[in-house]
C-alpha cells in the first residue's frame, strides 16, 4: 500500500538549536499536511502542502513540498519547550484518505 | 469550538468481551474516521466513513467494525477483545474535502484488553 517514510524517529535537541524531520513517498503525492501531538495529548492539524515546491513558513516553523511532491520538511529555527511533542505528516494521493508517517518525537534538553 | 468527542478517555476490558467505542462531532463534518496508535507504528486507518451507513475499511480492519448510523456519529465495535488490540483509539473528522482542510481528531480512547 501506499506508505509515507518519515525521519528521525527521535531528536533531542538543546533549547535554542534548530530541528528538522523529513517525510518521503516513492510515489507521487496529491498534497501533505504536519500534524503536532503534545504529549498526553491527540494530533493537531499544523498545515497543508499542495503546490510543487511550496514553502509555508508559521512563525518559526518551515514547511517545504519537493519540486516532485515525493517529500516534505518541516524545520523549526531555535526550538523552544513549548516544541516538545511528535510532528507528524500525513500524504494524500488521489483519494481523500490520509496515510500517517511514523512521526519524529522532539525532546528539549533545557 | 468545533469538537470530536470520544466517550471514554481510559477503558479496561476483558478478553473476549464486546467492546464499543463512541465518537461524536460537532462539525457536520461528512467524513469520519477511526485509528490506532502504538509506539513506533504511528497512525494506523481501522474504518472510516464517507456519509452515514457508508463504511470502508482502511489499513488494519482486522478484528474491528463500525457503525454510522447517523452523520454526527461513528462507533468503533471489537466484536471479540483481544490483548494485542490493546491501544490508543482516535477518532478523527473532516469536512468532504477534508484532505485539503486537515482533520480533527479527538482526545483518545486508550483501551487495555487483560
Known amino acids: 500500500g501506499q506508505q509515507v517514510m518519515q525521519i528521525p524517529q527521535y531528536q533531542h535537541v538543546q533549547e535554542g538549536e534548530d530541528f528538522t524531520t523529513y517525510c518521503n513517498s516513492s510515489t507521487t503525492l496529491s498534497n501533505i499536511q504536519w500534524y503536532k501531538q503534545r504529549p498526553g495529548g491527540h494530533p493537531v492539524f499544523l498545515i497543508q502542502?499542495?503546490?510543487?515546491?511550496e514553502v509555508k513558513k508559521q512563525k518559526r516553523l518551515t514547511f517545504q513540498f519537493g519540486e516532485a511532491k515525493k517529500n516534505s520538511s518541516l524545520h523549526i529555527t531555535a526550538t523552544q519547550t513549548t516544541d516538545v511533542g511528535t510532528y507528524f505528516c500525513a500524504g494524500v494521493w488521489l483519494n481523500e484518505k490520509l496515510t500517517f508517517g511514523t512521526g519524529t518525537r522532539l525532546t528539549i534538553i533545557p | 469550538d468545533v469538537k470530536v468527542t470520544q466517550s471514554s478517555r481510559y477503558l479496561v476490558k476483558r478478553t473476549g468481551e464486546k467492546v464499543f467505542l463512541e465518537c461524536v462531532q460537532d462539525?457536520?463534518?461528512?467524513?469520519m474516521f477511526w485509528y490506532r496508535q502504538d509506539p513506533g507504528l504511528g497512525l494506523r486507518l481501522i474504518y472510516f466513513s464517507y456519509d452515514v451507513k457508508m463504511k470502508e475499511k482502511g489499513d488494519i480492519p482486522e478484528g474491528y467494525s463500525v457503525s454510522r448510523e447517523k452523520k454526527e456519529r461513528f462507533s468503533l465495535i471489537l466484536e471479540s477483545a483481544s490483548t494485542n488490540q490493546t491501544s490508543m483509539y482516535l477518532c478523527?473528522?473532516?469536512?468532504?474535502?477534508?484532505?485539503?482542510?486537515?482533520?480533527?481528531f479527538g482526545s483518545g480512547t486508550r483501551l487495555t484488553v487483560v
Open positions: 462539525m457536520d463534518h461528512e467524513n
Open positions: 502542502l499542495v503546490k510543487s515546491g
Open positions: 478523527a473528522s473532516s469536512s468532504r474535502t477534508g484532505a485539503f482542510y486537515g482533520y480533527t
